[in-house]
């Protein structure tokens, strides 16, 4: 079956843009998780969802990063105002339900902010 | 805050057997988790110890001492196809399983 994919693959924006990074996770999976990843260093976590609902955003960096989820599958992480520190590949993981330990990643969206 | 340490790199011989160790000292702890990460892919789950004691999968082997925040990830009979990095992860979080990785252990399997 399909895996999590993520669009787009590679995303180069300019300094104080706004971009948006799409995550569909796998069919039937209720929790989601974004995570962003710099060169050299493990996944960071940033926002899980359970269903429609941010359960726990505590990992979002400031304001400027926001994620929606509106109809429980597909979810998009948006970031305004860019800055170089977040160019990153940004990871997105789904799992079963709340319960389930194992996560399944996407390819991830590698963002490079100039 | 959390920290969790595992070496940078490693290097092994073909069919021969690697230890991979962590220790972690975090604020909670849902579990303790082994990922693998190729170059420029996505991690892909190894394993997962909730209980102190040895989980075995195939050549993957995986041991946790919650009284000691240590694991290890064992990997036997390595292949070429082995190289990778390898992410320790601690699960947090109330209800869920968001985790806290480490800064990877980068794996090379030499002839």
């Known amino acids: 079956g399909a895996g999590v994919s993520q669009t787009p693959s590679n995303k180069v924006t300019e300094k104080g843009k706004y971009v948006e990074l799409r995550c569909d996770p796998i069919?039937?999976?209720?929790?989601l998780y974004w995570y962003r990843q710099s060169l050299g260093q493990g996944p960071e976590f940033l926002i899980y969802?359970?269903?429609?609902?941010?359960?726990?955003d505590s990992g979002l960096p400031n304001d400027r990063f926001f994620a929606v989820r509106p109809e429980g599958s597909v979810s998009t992480l948006k970031i305004q105002r860019t800055e170089r520190g977040d160019s990153a590949v940004y990871l997105c993981?789904?799992?079963?339900?709340?319960?389930?330990?194992?996560?399944?990643f996407g390819p991830g969206t590698r963002l490079t902010v100039t | 805050g959390q920290n969790i340490d595992q070496p940078t790199e490693m290097t092994a011989t073909e069919g021969a057997i690697v230890q991979i160790n962590c220790t972690y000292q975090?604020?909670?702890?849902?579990?303790l988790f082994w990922y693998q990460q190729h170059a420029g892919e996505a991690p892909t789950f190894l394993s997962y110890n909730v209980l102190d004691g040895l989980e075995e999968k195939g050549r993957f082997s995986s041991f946790l001492s919650r009284s000691k925040g240590y694991s290890y990830l064992l990997l036997k009979e390595l292949q070429m196809k082995d190289s990778a990095s390898y992410l320790c992860a601690v699960g947090l979080g109330a209800g869920s399983y968001q985790l806290t990785f480490g800064k990877g252990t980068k794996l090379s399997v030499i002839p």
């Open positions: 993981a789904s799992s079963l339900d709340r319960g389930a330990y194992e996560q399944y």
């Open positions: 069919s039937g999976h209720t929790a």
């Open positions: 969802f359970q269903g429609t609902g941010a359960a726990d």
């Open positions: 975090t604020s909670g702890f849902n579990g």
